[in-house]
Nanobody, 125 residues
Framework: QVQLVESGGGLVQAGGSLRLSCAAS????????LAWFRQAPGKEREFIAA?????????YYADSVKGRFTISRDNAKNTVFLQMNSLKPEDTAVYYC?????????????????WGQGTQVTVSS
C-alpha cells in the first residue's frame, strides 16, 4: 500500500507562485512514475505534469501549464514537487498527486494506481 499526502495549496493572486509537495510513504518510489492532476469545479480531472523515476527524471507537461509549472522530485525523501509560477484564475482547482508502477511518463489516469486526497489551489484575479 502507498500513501500520498499533498501540501502547499492555498490562496494566491494572479501572477503569483505556489509550490506543492507530495510525500509518499509505504514503498520506495524508485520504480514508480509520478504525476500531478487537477480538477476544477464542474470539470473532469485533467493531467498537469508527470515525471519518470527510472528515466533520469524525464518530464512531460500539459500544454496549458508548459513553461509555467515545473515538476521535480527528491528521491531521498520520496517527495514530488510542483512549482507553479505565473498563476492564472483558470488554474484554480484541487490538485492531486498520483503514483503508478512503471517507467516513463504517462498522462492518462489509468497509468496511476495511487492517489492523494488533494490540495486546494485558488487563484484570485
Amino acid at each position: 500500500q502507498v500513501q500520498l499526502v499533498e501540501s502547499g495549496g492555498g490562496l494566491v493572486q494572479a501572477g503569483g507562485s505556489l509550490r506543492l509537495s507530495c510525500a509518499a510513504s509505504g514503498r520506495t518510489f524508485s520504480r514508480y512514475r509520478l504525476a500531478w492532476f487537477r480538477q476544477a469545479p464542474g470539470k473532469e480531472r485533467e493531467f498537469i505534469a508527470a515525471i519518470s523515476w527510472w528515466s533520469g527524471g524525464a518530464t512531460y507537461y500539459a500544454d496549458s501549464v508548459k513553461g509555467r509549472f515545473t515538476i521535480s522530485r527528491d528521491n531521498a525523501k520520496n517527495t514530488v514537487f510542483l512549482q507553479m509560477n505565473s498563476l492564472k484564475p483558470e488554474d484554480t482547482a484541487v490538485y492531486y498527486c498520483a503514483a503508478g508502477e512503471g517507467t516513463g511518463t504517462a498522462s492518462w489516469q489509468g497509468a496511476y494506481d495511487y492517489w492523494g486526497q488533494g490540495t486546494q489551489v485558488t487563484v484570485s484575479s
